[in-house]
Each structure stands twice: as structure tokens, then as C-alpha cells.
């Protein structure tokens, strides 16, 4: 809740427009402002996610925009999970957990290209699963044959 807050704060205090996903694993969103107020917002939401004090930085994805106004306001909304997985109910190595999905605990590593091409073949097809995320638009951009 205090990290949901503090986004509707930044979001009025810096007059930025855009939509906002708060859970407990963290943040993801897209917002559009001046860049003075967007360099602020990722200042502050380094800060308040602990970047350089133990966290790793974040990936910021950034794009220029026209001067339309892509989003008519600032909205930020708290959610159980950033990724919807279903996994409420699951088996852990306590037992069943009715949590979401602790992804900074039970998440995978992030790999260099070279080491996931080398991974796909390695590892058998029966013991392999991959799941794409991407929206349409980047799914048409490229994929992987038959997926």
C-alpha cells in the first residue's frame, strides 16, 4: 500500500500521465512525461525499491513520444501479482502455498543469449518449458518457429 501511495504521490507531484502495477514482487508500468519529470520518477523509484543499496539497477525501457498525450491520467492500481501465473493453491517445500509467487525467491535467473541458446540445447524437449510473454506487436517482430 505505502508503495502504491508513494506512485499516486509522484504521479501528481510530477504531472505525469501513464498506468502503474503495484504487487508485492514490485512495479511495472508505462509512463509519459517531460523527460526532467520522468528522470525524477526513475530517481525516486530506484530509491524506494532499494537500486545501489543491495537491489540490482533496473532495466528501464525508454522510447521518445509525440507531444500527445498517450494516457489521460496517472493511474496506479495494486494487484496480487504483476504476472497473473495462477499459482495460488500451488506445492511448495512447506507444503501448499496461497501466495502469489515470490519471484525475487522462486524466480529463475536471467541469462545472456548466448547462455539460453546453449541452454535450449541442452536440455532435453520433455524436461523443457517456455513461456512467452510478449505482447502481439513484439511477438510479430520475431518467435521462435512453432511457438
Not at 501511495?5 to 512525461?33: H, K
Amino acid at each position: 500500500a505505502a508503495l502504491a501511495e508513494e506512485q499516486r504521490r509522484l504521479g501528481a507531484e510530477l504531472r505525469i500521465c501513464g498506468r502503474v502495477l503495484v504487487a508485492p514482487e514490485g512495479i511495472n508500468g508505462t509512463v509519459q512525461g517531460v523527460e526532467a519529470a520522468l528522470a525524477a520518477y526513475r530517481a525516486s523509484v530506484d530509491a524506494a525499491l532499494g537500486v545501489g543499496a543491495g537491489c540490482p539497477p533496473i532495466d528501464w525501457k525508454t522510447s521518445r513520444g509525440g507531444s500527445e498525450a498517450l494516457f489521460p491520467d496517472f493511474a496506479v492500481k495494486e494487484v496480487p501479482e504483476l504476472v497473473s501465473f495462477g499459482f495460488h493453491g500451488r506445492r511448495g517445500a512447506g507444503g501448499v502455498v496461497d501466495a502469489p509467487l515470490d519471484v525475487r525467491a522462486e524466480g529463475g535467473a536471467h541469462l545472456a543469449p548466448e547462455d539460453f541458446h546453449r541452454l535450449l540445447g541442452e536440455t532435453p524437449r520433455e524436461g523443457l518449458c517456455l513461456i512467452d510473454v510478449r505482447n502481439s506487436f513484439e511477438y510479430d517482430i520475431g518467435h521462435f518457429e512453432g511457438a
